[in-house]
């Protein structure tokens, strides 16, 4: 069956741990979606720590013994991760790997890890005992016990990747979500931005606002994605800081970074979800044609003015915009 530009296909998969839906426009748009969801697959077998034959686990099992030859995708992933954690350091860093298996395990027994064990793991988090060869395509960390956990990256850089997709199959205007990650290619066919949702990070049946974008990705990291209460009651959310081995507090509660990258877009909200807001905002003046959309504790909005006419908040909210 031909299909002209104006007609769509949508399909929906679980990946990665959570649900992702894409939406394509086009002649070639069902073809298109199975390539995408099949390019989703590869990557999470690649790049997932959960996946005993990823290239990831791989690197863990290996620590502090040999490298591992590792594939291209994988490494451009770890290569820029690197970038990232050497330009923030403190508020970036993959290494993190046995902390947040430490803290998996906390939510199981809904007990606050002890601070000795945290202490503990931390000493084993430090990127530059990453190594990377790529004349041969290897991956090596220097100590036993460590172990890389891409949850800050990877998704984003599967964004990229799905746009690659969508584009090599000459469609024009598309739309992923990837669970926190959305990727547009183009605007929707009738020529409007694309609308994309800004969740209420503590009630889940509500948004903020909607953000416009047209060819440019949302990405958001909040304290409400994956969070448990423990035994006394305290909440305790999944984004650590690499310097306490605790749950971040810098004061925000959401950051969603929008921005044509998915990969940069991925790792911003989590710096800058680290950094908090006074630094947040020095770190993304670096980045040209990057806005936000940030929240604090107490539910005030702010967005980059970049966004000042592209943010469209819910009737009565007050909007900060930031200079």
Not at 281 to 308: F, H, P, R, W
């Amino acid at each position: 069956m031909l299909l002209d530009d104006t007609v769509f296909i949508r399909t929906s998969h679980h990946a990665m741990g959570t649900v992702m839906s894409h939406k394509a426009y086009g002649r070639d748009a069902e073809q298109c979606l199975a390539a995408v969801c099949g390019e989703v697959e590869w990557l999470e077998c690649l790049l997932s720590r959960f996946l005993p034959e990823s290239d990831i686990s791989r690197i863990n099992l290996s620590a502090g013994i040999e490298p591992e030859k590792i594939r291209r995708e994988s490494f451009e992933v770890l290569s820029k991760a690197v970038d990232y954690a050497r330009w923030f350091p403190g508020c970036f860093d993959i290494t993190i790997g046995p902390l947040a298996q430490l803290w998996r395990q906390a939510k199981e027994s809904l007990c606050q890890p002890d601070d000795d064990n945290i202490q503990q793991m931390l000493k084993l988090v430090d990127f530059r005992d990453l190594t990377l060869d790529s004349w041969e395509m290897t991956a090596k960390l220097k100590r036993f016990g460590q172990s890389i956990d891409l949850g800050g990256i990877g998704k984003g850089y599967t964004g990229d990747k799905i746009i690659e997709v969508y584009q090599e199959f000459g469609v024009t205007s598309a739309y992923s979500n990837l669970g926190g990650n959305v990727v547009t290619l183009g605007t929707k066919p009738d020529g409007t931005p694309w609308k994309v949702g800004i969740q209420h990070p503590r009630d889940e049946t509500k948004i903020m606002g909607a953000v416009a974008v047209s060819g440019q990705t949302v990405v958001t990291s909040g304290d409400y994605q994956r969070y448990f209460t423990d035994s006394r009651g305290m909440r305790h959310h999944h984004i650590l800081d690499p310097r306490t081995g605790y749950p971040a507090d810098s004061g925000l509660i959401s950051v969603s970074i929008i921005t044509e990258n998915s990969m940069r877009a991925d790792a911003l909200s989590t710096i800058v979800f680290i950094a908090g807001l006074e630094k947040g905002l020095e770190i993304l003046s670096n980045y040209e044609g990057t806005d936000a959309v940030l929240i604090d504790m107490d539910l005030q909005v702010s967005i980059t003015s970049g966004l000042k006419e592209r943010f469209e908040p819910v009737p009565g909210l007050s909007v900060n915009i930031l200079s």
